[in-house]
């Protein structure tokens, strides 16, 4: 079992910054792939950003040069850098971790979800 506790969500102006930290515990967290989901209100949960214990990551399309996923395993810890935030990117940002060595987009895939942290950009 893998427990994911997510932290660093708030209210920032459009343009601004947010780090998301997402602790894992329960299990040999290197070996896992871990992801960021988001949720707007109305919307459904929607994959932003993985990364795999090897360090192959992939971004969506709507995030890619603005986000940065990043993982430190001493800590078992990923991260999240959100820069340039736009309105759009306000949601419920959601920790995933997947127990293979390869990452997905799909939500159906990933074993063990944090409870969710709210990120609100205002304009």
């Known amino acids: 079992q893998v427990q994911l506790v997510e932290s660093g969500g708030g209210l920032v102006q459009t343009g601004g910054s947010l780090r998301l930290s997402c602790a894992a515990s329960?299990?040999?967290?290197?070996?896992?792939?871990m992801a960021w989901f988001r949720q707007a209100p109305g919307k459904e949960r929607e994959f932003v950003a993985s990364?795999?214990?090897?360090?192959?990551?992939v971004y969506s399309d709507s995030v890619k040069g603005r986000f940065t996923i990043s993982r430190d395993n001493a800590k078992n810890t990923v991260y999240l850098q959100m820069n340039s935030l736009k309105s759009e990117d306000t949601a419920v940002y959601y920790c995933?971790?997947?127990?293979?060595?390869?990452?997905?987009?799909?939500?159906?895939?990933?074993?063990?979800w944090g409870q969710g942290t709210q990120v609100t950009v205002s304009s």
């Open positions: 995933a971790a997947r127990a293979t060595s390869t990452g997905s987009r799909l939500t159906r895939d990933y074993n063990y």
């Open positions: 329960g299990r040999t967290f290197s070996n896992y792939a």
């Open positions: 990364r795999t214990w090897n360090s192959v990551i």
